[in-house]
């Protein structure tokens, strides 16, 4: 079976800081991978997706990178972090063509930018 | 663009009576799919069901039902014999068929189901 993995659990950072955020997915390939924020009670918006090794859509203009050097792994970056970077962060996958792809999650990554 | 909206930002019921979370949508587009996800406080988005748009049939899973309305764009979601497990935040999410892989989410609707 297929199983998502995010770490860390929960990270605390000063404002101009790096960020580096991982996801990694097992028991499936070629996977389309996507980062999505949570605001606090806010719904979730998507950030990066990626259908492929190298291959990136970012859907806001924000401070955040995404990288994906390997098939089942997407990185989520940034040089320097903003306040407003603070939030939960979650990864998920799904697995293309075709018309029942569903999106699964990971177990997220909160972000307290301080 | 597409839109969701869950008007409902809470809603509480107590143990074993049926709830309906509502949903609406905005989409010039025939071919979707609309989703519901559970988010339980551990924040982790869980799958409750899935419809396709083609089909005219409302999807089921187990004590989770659908009422599909295409032509009124809406979505709502029945818990039958609701349990203290179920006590989430609740979000209805759309993607098109085809053309960008995203998920649209509404804001949630936060339900607590009382003992």
């Known amino acids: 079976s297929q199983t998502i993995h995010q770490w860390p659990a929960t990270l605390v950072q000063p404002v101009g800081s790096p960020l580096s955020l991982e996801c990694t997915v097992e028991g499936t390939s070629n996977p389309n991978l996507y980062w999505y924020r949570q605001a606090a009670g806010r719904g979730l918006q998507l950030l990066f997706y990626?259908?492929?090794?190298?291959?990136i859509s970012s859907e806001v203009p924000q401070n955040l990178s995404a990288s994906r050097p390997q098939d089942r792994q997407f990185i989520l970056s940034s040089k320097k972090l903003l306040l407003s970077d603070s939030g939960f962060y979650l990864c998920a996958w799904s697995v293309p063509p075709g018309i029942r792809e569903t999106q699964y999650f990971g177990p997220g990554t909160r972000l307290l930018v301080l | 663009a597409q839109t969701v909206t869950q008007s409902q930002p809470e809603m509480s019921v107590q143990e074993a009576e049926t709830v309906t979370l509502s949903c609406t949508y905005d989409t010039s587009e025939n071919n979707y799919y609309l989703f519901w996800y559970k988010q339980p406080p551990s924040r982790q988005m869980i799958l409750v069901i899935r419809?396709?748009?083609?089909?005219?049939q409302n999807a089921t899973e187990n004590r989770f039902s659908v009422n599909f309305q295409k032509a009124a764009k809406s979505f709502s979601l029945k818990i039958s014999d609701s349990q203290l497990g179920d006590t989430a935040m609740y979000f209805c999410?759309?993607?098109?068929?085809?053309?960008?892989?995203?998920?649209?989410f509404g804001q949630g609707t936060r339900l607590t189901i009382n003992p």
């Open positions: 990626s259908v492929g090794i190298g291959q």
């Open positions: 419809q396709e748009a083609y089909k005219q």
């Open positions: 999410a759309f993607r098109l068929h085809q053309g960008a892989q995203k998920l649209v």
